[in-house]
């Protein structure tokens, strides 16, 4: 299996049915039927680890401002 990884979309845009994502040179193109019906469970997976990420994030905030609190 190949994998590509995208880390930022240049251009997105829909054609016959089909959403096609731009990025360095490679498009992902999805049918947009069948992605509509598997946004429910792209979205609970993204906003799960978008979370994950917000939590990290906050600890090494408090982290930063406790450390430097003697300053």
Do not use: W
């Not at 049918?31 to 979370?51: G, Q, Y």
């Amino acid at each position: 299996m190949e994998y590509t990884y995208i880390h930022d979309i240049h251009t997105l845009y829909e054609n016959n049915g089909e959403l096609h994502l731009v990025s360095q040179g490679k498009t992902v193109i999805f049918n947009c039927e069948e992605l509509f019906n598997d946004l429910p469970h792209i979205l609970e997976i993204v906003l799960k680890a978008r979370t994950e990420n917000t939590k990290q994030i906050k600890k090494e905030i408090i982290k930063t401002i406790n450390k430097n609190k003697s300053l």
